[in-house]
Nanobody, 130 residues
Framework: QVQPVESGGGSVQAGGSLRLSCAAP????????MGWFRQVSEKEREGVAA????????????YYADSVKGRFTISRTRDKNTLYLEMSSLKPEDSAMYYC???????????????????WGQGTQVTVSS
C-alpha cells in the first residue's frame, strides 16, 4: 500500500470552512478503515473522524470525536480511494496538524487508537484564527 497524501489545509477565520483531502491508492484489504487525526505540538494525537469501508463500496460506518460532531463530515470516493474531511464552523481549538491514516480492517471501537493504523500521511496544517 502507498503512503496516504493529504492536501487542503490552510488558514481560515473562526466560523469558516475547509475541506481536507487524502489520496490513499493501493488499498487492497476487503475491509479497511480510513481516519483523520490531529496533533498540536507535543500533545497526543487525537482521533477526529474515521470511516469503516468495504472495498468497492461507497458509504461506510462513520465515527466522530465529540468535539467535532455536527461540524465535520468524513466521506470517501469509491473509485479513487480519496478520503475527505469537510470542516465547518471552525474554532481556534481546531487548529492542528491533520493526518490521514489507513488500516486493513474495520474501524470498530478502536477507531481513534492511532496505534492501530499502519499507514500515515505527512500531515497538513490547519490554522483557525479568532
Amino acid at each position: 500500500q502507498v503512503q496516504p497524501v493529504e492536501s487542503g489545509g490552510g488558514s481560515v477565520q473562526a466560523g469558516g470552512s475547509l475541506r481536507l483531502s487524502c489520496a490513499a491508492p493501493g488499498v487492497t484489504s476487503r475491509y479497511f478503515c480510513m481516519g483523520w487525526f490531529r496533533q498540536v505540538s507535543e500533545k497526543e494525537r487525537e482521533g477526529v473522524a474515521a470511516i469503516s469501508l468495504f472495498n468497492g463500496g461507497v458509504g461506510g460506518t462513520t465515527y466522530y470525536a465529540d468535539s467535532v460532531k455536527g461540524r465535520f463530515t468524513i466521506s470517501r470516493t469509491r473509485d479513487k480511494n480519496t478520503l475527505y474531511l469537510e470542516m465547518s464552523s471552525l474554532k481556534p481549538e481546531d487548529s492542528a496538524m491533520y493526518y490521514c491514516a489507513t488500516r486493513g480492517d474495520r474501524c470498530g471501537s478502536s477507531w481513534s487508537d492511532d496505534g492501530e493504523y499502519q499507514y500515515w500521511g505527512q500531515g497538513t496544517q490547519v490554522t483557525v484564527s479568532s
